[in-house]
């Protein structure tokens, strides 16, 4: 429905509509993150025409205190004093390093399954987001048309119903392939691995975003591969600049990059950073390892694109799962290799021969089937609702010089604190009431982000998750004050 110029009359009474509706969303009466009435159910319930509705709404929009979701309606989104952290490194000269795994981490996921634990620190969607019924149908469904049962061994590359409609999804981000393409994998780590393994050999650097998701430097470490570490913007991604200048100046071998949705920031890269990315790395003849975990979880109009999609040399090797988006447990991967798929085949096969059977062919048939897609229309509404919640809560509750990711996708924010809070202290004082979070020192290899946690919203906030975010933000506040 578009915008109409109005008579004075109506005018006056959707400028009156809005300013109404504007009052109970500063008041807090309607809530960040929930649902607003259809323009023609408040139509109906204000006695206006649906042109009044509609101006009303668009008002909003133009204030930045509702957004409009693609086939789902209107939500409120005012985010009260939200800044966007400052994560860029200033340290332009920074020399490759061994990859390090800090301590931290093993202190942060020792008692990750403790009974009565506030799981903040586990960048995944709560199980009961999770079509655990219909997945747990179609596994039986897969076992019951499989001639042996899904007792054999799967192809070496992976199960064909599976890749075929990988190849088929990969319409929506851009791709033009076929099965022949995909590689699969027991996960997305795990494609990681195999696509480094085919690029590059112990003692090589490769480039990596800062801040990251610390598994990568563990994987790193295991590999025996040095880091360029390449600052990343909180909203834009990379920085195209530093990495062209370190070109020059290092021998990279290739690079790992999150273009979509990043863990920890949720940025995500423009088409035309994308492009020229691509272009950059081609021009040297540098492998692109794509990690596309998050691109499911968008929360816009449409699915982004990858750098896999502006590839005309074969060098974006994209890797992804259904970890973030289906079935963690499931450890269900890919990659598409381009023109080093034969040499991730080999590596497969040397390593573990085949992904399990069963695994891979229900996901294959829940693609197939349809169910694939509502679960992920259902799953993205409830994390953008949820991204919103959550970050209301921490506005409400923590320190007045707090910055918050505004994250375009996945299901993580990154929350930059005062300097003067340590967020490994933070994170040791939360343990004491059953609180988890991530501290920012474990994203990088040398624990420079001292004064940042990340968050993940993947369960609902309810009251428990309320009030452990008014503990933390309690605690931030006192350490402020000492």
């Not at 500063?26 to 042109?51: N, P, Y």
């Not at 497969?348 to 229309?377: W, Y």
């Not at 975010?469 to 309690?474: D, T």
């Amino acid at each position: 429905m578009e915008a109409q110029v109005l008579p004075l009359e109506e005018e006056f009474l959707y400028v009156q509509l809005a300013e109404k509706l504007q009052k109970n969303i500063l008041d807090g009466v309607l809530k960040t993150g929930e649902k607003l009435l259809s323009v023609r159910a408040l139509s109906k319930e204000q006695g206006v025409s649906l042109s009044t509705a509609f101006n009303a709404y668009t008002q909003l929009e133009i204030k930045g205190l509702i957004e409009a979701r693609p086939k789902s309606g209107y939500y409120v989104s005012f985010r009260k004093r939200v800044a966007r952290p400052t994560s860029e490194t200033e340290d332009q000269d920074k020399i490759p390093e061994e990859a390090s795994v800090d301590d931290i981490i093993s202190l942060v996921y020792r008692d990750i399954n403790a009974e009565g634990l506030i799981r903040l620190s586990i960048a995944v969607p709560a199980i009961e987001l999770l079509p655990v019924a219909k997945l747990s149908k179609t596994m039986a469904e897969a076992i019951r048309e499989s001639v042996d049962s899904c007792m054999g061994y799967e192809h070496p590359q992976g199960n064909l119903r599976l890749r075929k409609q990988i190849a088929r999804y990969a319409f929506n981000w851009g791709g033009n392939i076929t099965e022949k393409d995909v590689v699969t994998t027991q996960g997305c780590m795990e494609a990681l691995v195999f696509c480094l393994k085919a690029v590059a050999e112990p003692g090589d650097t490769i480039a990596i975003e800062t801040p990251t998701y610390f598994g990568i430097f563990s994987v790193m470490k295991s590999l025996g591969l040095k880091v360029l570490e390449i600052p990343t913007h909180p909203e834009e991604g990379i920085s195209l600049e530093y990495l062209a200048d370190a070109i020059e100046k290092v021998t990279i071998k290739a690079c790992l990059f999150v273009t979509n949705f990043t863990n920890p920031l949720g940025c995500e890269m423009s088409d035309e950073k994308k492009k020229r990315l691509v272009e950059l790395l081609a021009a040297k003849e540098i492998p692109l390892i794509e990690d596309d975990i998050y691109g499911e979880l968008y929360f816009g109009k449409k699915r982004p694109r990858t750098c896999k999609s502006f590839d005309q040399k074969g060098l974006v090797l994209l890797c992804a799962s259904v970890s973030k988006s289906l079935a963690p447990g499931y450890r269900v991967g890919w990659c598409i290799p381009g023109k080093f798929i034969d040499k991730v085949k080999q590596i497969k096969l040397m390593h573990i021969v085949s992904s399990a059977t069963p695994n891979q062919a229900a996901v294959g048939l829940f693609f197939e089937t349809g169910r694939f897609d509502l679960h992920l229309r259902n799953l993205r509404k409830a994390l953008y609702t949820q991204s919103l919640l959550y970050t209301k809560a921490i506005v409400d509750y923590f320190p007045e010089s707090t910055k918050v990711s505004q994250p375009k996708g996945g299901c993580v924010l990154w929350v930059e604190l005062d300097k003067r809070i340590d967020a490994f202290e933070l994170f040791k004082s939360g343990l004491k009431y059953n609180i988890s979070i991530s501290p920012g020192h474990i994203f990088s290899t040398d624990a420079r982000f001292t004064n940042c946690i990340r968050i993940c919203y993947g369960a609902p906030l309810n009251k428990e998750i309320e009030h452990a975010l008014k503990i933390l933000g309690r605690l931030a506040k006192d350490m402020i004050k000492i």
